[in-house]
């Protein structure tokens, strides 16, 4: 048994080191808890601005002030700090926005650290206003519904390749089949279909679960409309049950926490 623990210790270990190599952990401290953090090397443009913040000291004493649960919770925003109850918070700033850095294996799974931003109408190229940061909290995905989002994607790719390409054979394939002509009927079947599948394994458009990803959605959780749409850069490894705590606030209709959730600092260790 103690043989089993320490080699999940090294597993995560070693996923960790793997996840991260360029930078610090960085310290979540709340009134709700304390939380662990790494942030990417593959979007080096977040990681390093949103380390500068915190050597600053930017985030501390800031809110979380917009907390959604099965969804996000949002904090750092500068007009948080000492805020007055019931008033709107949470501005962005426009002198703090960065090109995204979307990464196909960087999803929306529970605790990843993300960079909110404006809507597509004010701003198509959606930068990120990366003066705030959200974490997910999300919520489970059966592994049966993460296939339906595949097919809802792929099966009308494939059958417009099907009637591309094997429509025109059909009535040819028809009077193999009366005739029982076998060895004629199966070539040209195979044929057909050897071009249809060769076209769809490089089908533009087509979507695959990155590898880990439907994993994640289906053991931690997460939201995943968000991907591609809002840069991931990092993730939290540590305090999981801090962003349960968060989520689980009352809230008023804004989604700010009736009761502060407070950031208290956020430091790398």
Do not use: C
Not at 72 to 93: C, E, F, K, M, Y
Not at 143 to 152: C, K, N, P, Q, S
């Amino acid at each position: 048994m103690k043989r089993n623990i320490l080699i999940l210790i090294l597993l995560v270990g070693a996923t960790i080191l793997k996840a991260q190599t360029n930078y610090p952990v960085v310290v979540i401290e709340t009134n709700y808890g304390t939380m662990k953090a790494i942030l990417y090397d593959d979007t080096p443009v977040h990681s390093e601005h949103y380390l500068k913040l915190i050597k600053e000291g930017y985030f501390n004493g800031t809110l979380f002030h917009r907390v959604v649960k099965n969804f996000v919770i949002q904090g750092g925003a500068q007009d948080s700090r000492n805020a007055p109850a019931g008033i709107q918070i949470g501005s962005g700033r426009s002198d703090m926005e960065l090109m995204p850095e979307f990464r196909k294996n960087r999803a929306h799974k529970k605790g990843a650290l993300a960079a909110p931003r404006k809507g597509d109408n004010e701003n198509p190229q959606k930068k990120s206003d990366a003066s705030q940061f959200y974490i997910v909290h999300g919520q489970k995905y059966t592994e049966g519904r993460l296939d339906t989002m595949e097919m809802v994607v792929n099966v009308p790719i494939k059958n417009r390749l099907i009637r591309t390409y094997y429509s025109p054979h059909k009535s040819r394939l028809d009077s193999l089949a009366k005739l029982n002509e076998k060895q004629a009927f199966n070539n040209l079947l195979d044929s057909t279909l050897n071009i249809v599948d060769s076209l769809y394994a490089i089908a533009p458009g087509k979507f695959l679960w990155p590898e880990g990803v439907k994993e994640a959605y289906s053991t931690l959780g997460g939201v995943h409309h968000l991907d591609g749409e809002y840069t991931v850069f990092g993730e939290v490894i540590e305090g999981l049950d801090v962003i349960d705590k968060i989520a689980a606030l009352t809230v008023d209709e804004r989604s700010r926490p009736t009761s502060d959730a407070k950031i208290i600092r956020v430091y790398t260790e």
